[in-house]
């Protein structure tokens, strides 16, 4: 299945790169035109608009929360009738420690907001976190892809994983072009290693 878009794109593949393609260049803009530095780090109303930037040029629903039920794999993220309570509820979430903001990104990724692009919207938002709260960032080239993958997988039982995996990549150059861009990496994200199931909660 192939979501509508405003490409006009009825092949997944092609979609998929065009998709990589164009929230790169729109990444990069969120970082050399400072806009990043204007959220609000850890609300879900930064994590919409990183989201709304990235992808507007591609979907109607950029920076909106989905109205579908989504399942990967065999997890189920938050159900629509509640995903607004726990957008509510990870706003409020302390981010003070490294441990706390870890456990704040864990939730977003359950939440799961959007109906597409959750990942490299929310890498760019737990960077965001991390820079303003203690003044660092992943260096994502140091995080083996399958290694996060299956971190994140098993984060909502125990989150021990994703924490020692990001904390050993964690450095001080935060304003680096291109540790910021490696986080946008679509070999990061769930699709392709496990497919989207939608409704069947």
Do not use: C
């Not at 608009?49 to 990967?72: C, M, P, Q, S, T």
């Not at 290694?147 to 990549?169: C, F, G, T």
């Not at 680096?176 to 989207?196: A, C, H, L, P, Q």
């Amino acid at each position: 299945m192939v979501l509508e878009n405003k490409l006009g794109i009825t092949e997944s593949a092609e979609l998929a790169r065009q998709e990589e393609k164009i929230s790169k260049k729109k990444a990069l803009e969120l970082f050399e035109n400072g806009i990043l530095d204007t959220l609000n780090a850890g609300k879900f109303e930064a994590l919409a608009k990183i989201h709304k930037h990235l992808f507007e040029d591609i979907y109607n629903f950029a920076g909106e929360i989905r109205n579908v039920n989504l399942a990967k794999g065999n997890f189920r993220f938050a159900p629509v009738m509640y995903l607004k309570q726990a957008l509510e509820h990870i706003d409020n979430m302390p981010q003070s420690t490294y441990e706390e903001i870890i456990e704040k990104y864990v939730e977003m990724n359950i939440a799961h907001p959007f109906r597409e692009g959750n990942g490299r919207s929310a890498r760019i938002w737990l960077d965001l976190i991390l820079k303003k709260q203690l003044g660092k960032v992943v260096d994502w080239s140091k995080v083996d892809k399958d290694d996060y993958l299956l971190a994140m997988e098993r984060s909502p039982v125990k989150n021990v994983e994703i924490r020692e995996l990001l904390k050993q990549a964690l450095i001080t150059d935060i304003n680096n072009r291109e540790v910021y861009m490696k986080g946008i990496d679509t070999s990061y994200n769930y699709e392709g290693y496990f497919t989207y199931k939608i409704n069947e909660l």
